[in-house]
């Protein structure tokens, strides 16, 4: 078995960036760059609240834990949750905190190098310190469990893991191994044409040396979330790589499969110079970057933000028996926040009258504020999500653009 870092060549390509993966990512930026799109960046922040808590629902579908979003929103406000369900709640509430971090990151300008070591231990470290106690052990190989040490890598012979037919490098080597999958990833973020084709590389090849023992998928997930604002593709977070890596392209089975197809080795030599298969990472990349792609088209098309203004007035109407209610929903999502005070102005109506009004679209969810006595911003309550967006977290089709062919089926 090779312990050299270098096992986990190639990275990139060695020539050029193949076409086909060259106009994925041209399209993939057009499509990120357009999303959310005339809507006030405050409601945005708020729309990309209710994402993250599709995104962690998604995740942990991939893990195979199937949770709720009503329990993750419960456990986000620590509410009482079925002690059956807590578990797995509480660990989707870890995701929905950490992203939540990571997305003010890069909305302040701070966000550090996702592929560095340091990113990525915090990454681990925060998750799993959020995590109940029922899932912060992995079985070992005799029976017995271990207990996951939050940030740490795998260290010592009793951390060796095998996934699949795939053997990761032996524990007493994946500090080199991360040494250098930061280094080289360091180098790709310096270039405009590798930083989006580096976001599939990175993900699999993460999982490749499997650095933890265990979490290293929720990891991998976040990280590439992170690497995509990063890339400038990330659109305000108003879209999802968990959900589409938990749906694939035709079937629920195509992420594990693309992650064991891109562990081949290489196929001779016209199969690139490294030691694992280039074409089969140009198929990967190809395969990540089209999912990628198909959820931001999936994203525009949901949200639909164009009548998200006039959907949000008629659920409104529908709920509240105040005719004036509507139109101060309408004035918070256009101009993202206002303050308690202006709500007469906006209503036309008495200072009393319109702090009923108000006090009740608070009650019901549909506005909220940090304080009692701050301005008001729009929400998204997951009650009426199906109202607002239809098959937010269902898998029933949704009509969006047509996502190119993969060049390889």
Do not use: C
């Not at 959820?295 to 105040?322: C, H, M, N, P």
Request: net charge neutral.
């Amino acid at each position: 078995m090779m312990e050299t870092p270098a096992r986990i060549e190639p990275l990139f390509f060695d020539d050029a960036v193949p076409t086909i993966l060259a106009d994925i990512v041209i399209e993939l930026q057009r499509a990120a760059d357009n999303l959310g799109r005339g809507l006030h960046p405050e409601s945005a922040a708020e729309l990309a609240d209710l994402v993250r808590v599709m995104n962690s629902y998604y995740s942990n579908l991939i893990e195979g834990h199937n949770t709720r979003p009503r329990d993750i929103e419960r456990a986000l406000a620590g509410a009482e949750i079925d002690p059956e369900r807590r578990p797995l709640a509480l660990e989707a509430k870890a995701h929905v905190e950490i992203q939540r971090r990571i997305d003010g990151l890069a909305l302040r300008g701070e966000l550090p190098s996702p592929t560095s070591i340091d990113f990525i231990q915090w990454i681990h470290r925060a998750f799993y310190e959020e995590m109940p106690e029922e899932l912060r052990f992995v079985d070992k190989p005799n029976g017995s469990k271990a207990e996951i040490v939050p940030g740490e890598f795998r260290t010592i012979p009793d951390h060796d893991v095998v996934v699949g037919r795939h053997q990761p490098p032996s524990s007493e080597r994946v500090l080199a191994f991360m040494e250098y999958f930061q280094k080289r990833f360091a180098m790709a973020e310096k270039q405009a044409s590798l930083r989006i084709i580096a976001i599939a590389s990175a993900h699999h090849r993460l999982n490749y040396i499997h650095p933890f023992p265990d979490g290293n998928g929720r990891v991998s997930r976040l990280m590439s979330h992170a690497m995509a604002l990063k890339a400038g593709i990330g659109g305000g977070g108003l879209w999802s790589i968990s959900r589409g890596l938990a749906r694939g392209l035709k079937d629920r089975g195509e992420y594990k499969r693309m992650m064991d197809y891109a562990d081949s080795p290489r196929q001779g030599d016209r199969d690139g110079r490294g030691n694992l298969s280039e074409s089969a990472l140009k198929n990967f990349v190809e395969w990540f970057l089209t999912i990628a792609l198909d959820q931001v088209r999936f994203s525009t098309a949901v949200f639909d933000l164009g009548r998200l203004e006039a959907r949000y007035r008629a659920l409104v109407k529908d709920i509240v028996d105040d005719r004036r209610a509507p139109e101060f929903v309408s004035a918070v999502l256009r101009y993202g926040s206002l303050p308690r005070g202006e709500a007469s102005f906006v209503l036309k109506t008495s200072e009393r009258t319109a702090r009923n009004t108000l006090s009740d679209l608070v009650d019901r969810g549909f506005l909220k504020s940090d304080t009692p006595k701050a301005p008001v911003r729009i929400a998204f309550p997951l009650d009426y999500r199906e109202r607002l967006f239809p098959n937010l977290f269902t898998d029933a089709e949704v009509t969006v653009s047509e996502t190119p062919a993969l060049s390889f089926r």
